[in-house]
């Protein structure tokens, strides 16, 4: 892991990153699964990253693929496990083929009840990989800051497209 991560949360890496690569506005909806990265936006000390909250995880994804399609700039969506996935699949497939920049974060189940039919939980990675460029569910902490930097990367490398982070609560946490 990089050394000026050391002793932090999945959640407080994550953010950390999104700020260097100079996300300033995001599209979410909330849920269980993914409230310790949620809660990074509102706790944040320097708040350089302005949260829209949408009525809908498809809503998300439009504003966020909407906002890279007029900013230039990847556009960023943060849902919750399950169905806050599975709503995301049009916007995914708009991105990957409309050549614009987008990063899914979706929270999941801990990684000891995957497989286990577990409220909300549901195959992420399994359902995303046919329409993005690039989907991973995270194991460790340690593994946080290359594969946001992986997916930052192919978000925006050549044909631009959408990718995907599945983030469990234990790595979160």
Same mark, same amino acid.
Request: hydrophobic residues 35%; glycine residues 8%; proline residues 5%.
């Given at each position: 892991? $990089?050394? %000026?991560?050391? #002793?932090?949360? =999945?959640?407080? @890496?994550?953010?950390?990153?999104?700020?260097?690569?100079?996300?300033? +506005?995001?599209?979410?909806?909330?849920?269980?699964?993914?409230?310790?990265?949620?809660?990074?936006?509102?706790?944040?000390?320097?708040?350089?990253?302005?949260?829209?909250?949408?009525?809908?995880?498809?809503?998300?994804?439009?504003?966020?693929?909407? $906002?890279? %399609?007029?900013? #230039?700039?990847? =556009?960023?969506? @943060?849902?919750?496990?399950?169905?806050?996935?599975?709503?995301?699949? +049009?916007?995914?497939?708009?991105?990957?083929?409309?050549?614009?920049?987008?990063?899914?974060?979706?929270?999941?189940?801990?990684?000891?009840?995957?497989?286990?039919?577990?409220?909300?939980?549901?195959?992420?990675?399994?359902?995303?990989?046919?329409?993005?460029?690039?989907?991973?569910?995270?194991?460790?902490?340690?593994?946080?800051?290359?594969?946001?930097?992986?997916?930052?990367?192919?978000?925006?490398?050549?044909?631009?497209?959408?990718?995907?982070?599945?983030?469990?609560?234990?790595?979160?946490?």
């Amino acid at each position: 892991m $990089y050394k %000026k991560f050391k #002793g932090l949360t =999945g959640a407080d @890496i994550i953010y950390n990153k999104l700020v260097e690569y100079g996300v300033n +506005t995001i599209s979410l909806y909330s849920g269980g699964a993914i409230m310790p990265l949620v809660d990074k936006f509102n706790y944040s000390k320097n708040k350089k990253i302005k949260y829209y909250v949408h009525s809908h995880e498809q809503n998300c994804g439009h504003s966020a693929t909407g $906002y890279a %399609k007029t900013s #230039g700039k990847m =556009g960023v969506s @943060i849902v919750t496990s399950g169905p806050g996935l599975t709503n995301l699949i +049009t916007p995914m497939l708009d991105a990957t083929n409309d050549s614009t920049p987008f990063m899914v974060i979706s929270g999941q189940v801990s990684r000891k009840v995957m497989g286990s039919l577990a409220f909300q939980e549901c195959p992420a990675v399994d359902i995303t990989k046919p329409v993005t460029k690039f989907s991973y569910c995270l194991e460790s902490v340690e593994e946080v800051p290359y594969v946001m930097d992986l997916a930052y990367h192919l978000a925006n490398d050549k044909k631009k497209g959408c990718v995907h982070i599945d983030l469990p609560k234990c790595v979160a946490n």
